[in-house]
């Protein structure tokens, strides 16, 4: 009843929803069923990285009148519904304030994480052919302003932008061309904040995220109003208990899935407050994080086992005189933590009464899907939990029969399906096709694990693409990736996208990235590159350095690899595929199985003695 009171229903107005359903005011509110609150209860709060700067408190009055005037804004530039809107701005209160506007006006927004290089988001702009792009002048990070406009610029070149939004944060100097650049801000104030929502259907876009493939071009997530709005209110209701008074702070920035959801639509939607900010969270001292808890009286603390790793790192000095006790909940979410830095945050953090939701969920999912449930368990630290209610998953071997406890295969869901999962691949249909619902086509579903039979949808599978295990009593712990995608601080990476990168540099004949694993990151990418002899000449740093520079020209500095290797040639077998798994083993120092499928099997000793050559280094 809960979903289909919202989602089978043909005039969805998801800006409504999202914000003003909580403002007393007959301009504003959305109407029946919806319990209306107090007006001056805080939305948004935001913390500057600078700290001598003050933070940013907005009411959902304030919040609605700011996004309704931003909508006017956009509807005056030509925005309709089904348009699709780039956004490339940072943790700032304009990156909230653009995302409920598009929602309110029914166009589509596609948010670029503000790292990714500019190339990154010409990709993306090219594919969604947004006319309009709402970016920063440039913002703060570990005490410099990076000039973000300068990499929006490059990025729309040959793309279909007219209009570019300019946010003045940074206040750098940057190039301006006249008539198609404009300031959000100018735009905005001229504005009315009374704006109607878009009346929209359940299954009507709601916006576009990219996030890696295994070929390397990254894959447009289509998200869609009913289904995924559903999904991040009650996940986020449910999972973290939110109630009156909460203040959330998830630390994910929202140019990935994890920001989306539960730094902006989830805690709005629930009505609660929610944190965000534009800084590290160990600039300009090591405990900065923990500051922003005691300021704001931060209730639920949501972040991922990198930060946590390194809040660890830093020792538990840092953190002494802290006693967290705002604090009622945590979360971990964007890759598998580990016993240690469970333990660790379950201790120093939450200080042994906070319980400790692991999640596990997808750019795809749109909300969690496995996790534990505050008040009811289980936790068990590295285990991520059990199917959310309602939601039914299992694990299979390669021939599609369910695995044993405590064997290790691939995570699938079965029907019926959570209502925020992904409806496409943006203009991909064949490919959506083949990444998720491929892999188990011929199998019956009744000869899958428990659940119950006769779904409309029976017959379908969604492949994760994630390899887990479950214990005895059913926890299901995740181990990685079982395609050509890796973690990166939890971050998905391509690693045909990176190996797309380094081969566009022209004395780079190829290369071959693979992903090991890392104390801090969780995975971080290594590459071996074949350069030119030209190249190789120049020596070994010298290419090393172009190879580099060319993933973070390319890509950004999120995926900058551990080492680079320079080699004469790659394994490969007869047929010409590279041997991933071989290079990682022999990075790693583990047995390398069979090399009879190998053309080249010299290569190999070659690259371990390069490797061991190096380590001695």
């Known amino acids: 009843n809960l979903v289909s009171r919202y989602v089978r229903n043909k005039n969805l107005a998801c800006g409504k929803n999202l914000v003003s359903r909580y403002v007393r005011n007959k301009n504003l509110a959305c109407g029946k069923n919806l319990s209306p609150v107090l007006r001056d209860k805080i939305a948004l709060i935001w913390e500057p990285e600078p700290m001598e700067e003050k933070s940013v408190i907005l009411t959902y009055e304030e919040l609605a009148k700011k996004v309704n005037k931003f909508a ?25 304030i653009s995302m409920l506007a598009c929602a309110r006006i029914g166009a589509v927004h596609s948010v670029v994480f503000s790292a990714f290089s500019s190339q990154a988001l010409r990709v993306r702009l090219e594919d969604t052919e947004a006319k309009v792009l709402i970016t920063a002048d440039g913002y703060f990070r570990r005490g410099g302003v990076l000039n973000l406009k300068s990499a929006a610029d490059e990025g729309i070149k040959e793309t279909k932008i007219e209009k570019v939004i300019v946010v003045k944060r940074g206040c750098n100097e940057i190039n301006w061309q006249e008539g198609r650049d404009l300031w959000f801000h100018e735009l905005a104030e001229k504005e009315s904040d009374i704006c109607k929502a878009e009346s929209m259907d359940s299954e009507d876009p709601f916006f ?10 990254p894959k447009g997530v289509l998200h869609t109003c009913g289904g995924y709005t559903v999904q991040a209110k009650f996940t986020g209701k449910w999972i973290f208990d939110l109630k009156e008074g909460d203040v959330m702070w998830c630390t994910s920035d929202a140019g990935w899935i994890t920001g989306h959801t539960y730094a902006i639509y989830s805690p709005l939607l629930n009505g609660v407050t929610t944190v965000i900010f534009e800084g590290a969270p160990d600039w300009p001292t090591s405990d900065r994080w923990a500051q922003i808890i005691e300021k704001h009286k931060v209730t639920i603390f949501y972040t991922a086992p990198t930060a946590i790793r390194m809040f660890e790192k830093y020792g ?47 750019t795809e999912t749109g909300g969690i899907l496995i996790t534990s449930l505050p008040g009811l368990g289980p936790f068990k630290p590295t285990f991520t939990g059990i199917p959310f209610p309602g939601t039914r998953f299992d694990i299979l071997d390669d021939k599609g029969k369910s695995c044993a406890p405590e064997k290790e295969g691939n995570l699938i869901l079965k029907t019926p399906f959570a209502p925020g999962l992904l409806r496409g691949i943006y203009k991909n249909p064949q490919k959506y096709l083949e990444t998720y619902w491929s892999q188990y086509g011929s199998v019956n579903p009744s000869t899958l694990s428990s659940g119950p039979k006769g779904s409309p949808q029976a017959g379908k599978i969604y492949f994760t693409s994630d390899a887990a295990y479950r214990d005895k009593k059913g926890l299901i712990r995740i181990v990685g990736r079982v395609d050509d995608v890796i973690k990166v601080a939890g971050h998905r990476v391509s690693t045909g996208e990176l190996e797309n990168a380094i081969n566009g540099y022209s004395e780079i004949s190829e290369s071959a990235v693979v992903g090991v694993a890392d104390e801090i990151k969780g995975e971080v990418p290594i590459v071996f590159a074949v350069p030119s002899e030209a190249l190789a000449k120049e020596g ?19 995926a900058l690899p551990k080492e680079v290797y320079l080699v004469e040639d790659l394994p490969k077998t007869r047929s010409g595929k590279i041997m991933r798994r071989i290079l990682k083993r022999l990075f790693t120092g583990e047995e390398l199985g069979d090399l009879s499928t190998l053309a080249n099997p010299e290569s190999v000793d070659k690259i371990k003695n390069l490797i061991k050559n190096d380590t001695k280094s």
């Open 208 to 217: 576009i995220l990219y996030t890696s493939g295994s070929t390397g071009k």
């Open 72 to 96: 006017n804004a956009l509807k005056n530039l030509g925005v309709q519904k089904g348009d699709r809107v780039g956004i490339y701005l940072p943790m700032i209160p304009e990156i909230v």
């Open 316 to 362: 538990t000095d840092v953190i002494k005189n802290y006693k967290f006790e705002s604090l009622r909940l945590l979360g971990s979410v964007g890759e598998p933590i580990d016993e240690s830095a469970w333990n660790w945050y379950f201790k120093e953090v939450g200080k042994e009464r906070c319980p400790l939701v692991d999640t596990w969920w997808q």
């Open 540 to 558: 070994g740093e010298n290419v090393k350095k172009a190879v580099i520079g060319q993933i973070r020209k390319e890509i950004g500095p999120i």
